[in-house]
């Protein structure tokens, strides 16, 4: 038994070796998809605040990027990509100093990123990775009602910055299978209520995803 056991230990140390003499710097494609959990969000107006409580939903997104890898160690081991995002949440509630009411309609968020990540090698396959991400967010809040009325049917292109953190494991010297989180946030939407009233509200999404990259 033990050495079948250590046989297969060398299996794997020389599959990982191999996997690392054929990483190379170069661009790769991505894509991840996953559970989205967005804080509460309190309103501000002239009227007066309320809080805006989401359901848990879904996002995902697509990114095409550049692996650095060690051909560049005057910048640095790790990725530069472009990330468009889509995350989506029912609005569950709405609390106003009366108390919470229940609430219909959603959130949703359109999000065009540029990240830097830097990575952390350990090992030949794995990949800790931390980043940091600027860009635009569409925020849009959609056919939101309570008590039976339009409470807020509208949208804004905000500037947006993110986290990144995850663990990537090298399968291939093409594929990367990803485990990471990103927290989100934004300056304050500007919207109108179904009133007409202009209000801003905080703004901050959490996620926390699986995704794929080919290299190529």
């Given at each position: 038994?033990?050495?079948?056991?250590?046989i297969?230990?060398?299996?794997?140390?020389l599959?990982g070796?191999?996997?690392?003499?054929?990483?190379?710097?170069?661009?790769y494609?991505?894509?991840?998809?996953?559970?989205?959990?967005?804080?509460?969000?309190?309103?501000?107006s002239?009227?007066?605040s309320?809080?805006f409580?989401?359901?848990?939903?879904?996002?995902?997104?697509?990114?095409?990027?550049?692996?650095?890898d060690?051909?560049?160690?005057?910048?640095g081991k790790g990725?530069?990509?472009?990330?468009?995002g889509?995350?989506?949440?029912?609005?569950d509630?709405?609390e106003?100093?009366?108390?919470?009411?229940?609430?219909d309609?959603?959130?949703?968020?359109?999000?065009?990123?540029?990240?830097?990540?830097?990575?952390?090698?350990?090992?030949?396959?794995?990949?800790?990775?931390l980043?940091?991400?600027?860009?635009?967010?569409?925020?849009?809040?959609?056919?939101?009602?309570t008590f039976?009325?339009?409470?807020?049917?509208?949208d804004?292109?905000?500037f947006?910055?993110?986290?990144?953190?995850?663990?990537g494991?090298?399968l291939?010297?093409?594929?990367?299978?990803?485990?990471?989180?990103?927290?989100?946030?934004?300056?304050?939407?500007?919207?109108?209520?179904?009133?007409?009233?202009?209000?801003?509200?905080?703004?901050?999404?959490?996620?926390?995803s699986l995704?794929?990259?080919?290299?190529f």
């Amino acid at each position: 038994m033990r050495r079948y056991i250590l046989i297969w230990v060398a299996g794997l140390l020389l599959a990982g070796s191999s996997v690392s003499a054929m990483a190379a710097s170069g661009p790769y494609l991505g894509g991840h998809f996953g559970l989205v959990m967005l804080d509460d969000a309190k309103n501000h107006s002239d009227e007066g605040s309320f809080i805006f409580d989401f359901e848990q939903g879904l996002g995902g997104g697509v990114t095409l990027g550049f692996d650095l890898d060690d051909d560049y160690p005057h910048i640095g081991k790790g990725r530069i990509e472009v990330e468009l995002g889509y995350r989506q949440a029912d609005l569950d509630s709405v609390e106003f100093d009366e108390g919470p009411f229940d609430a219909d309609g959603d959130v949703t968020v359109v999000s065009a990123m540029l990240n830097t990540i830097a990575e952390y090698r350990h090992g030949p396959q794995w990949r800790p990775y931390l980043g940091l991400g600027i860009g635009a967010a569409q925020v849009s809040l959609n056919d939101t009602t309570t008590f039976g009325g339009t409470l807020v049917d509208d949208d804004d292109l905000v500037f947006a910055f993110q986290v990144l953190a995850g663990l990537g494991v090298k399968l291939s010297k093409t594929l990367t299978w990803d485990i990471g989180y990103r927290w989100l946030s934004s300056t304050d939407p500007e919207l109108v209520d179904g009133l007409g009233e202009e209000f801003d509200f905080d703004f901050s999404a959490h996620q926390l995803s699986l995704g794929l990259r080919f290299s190529f």
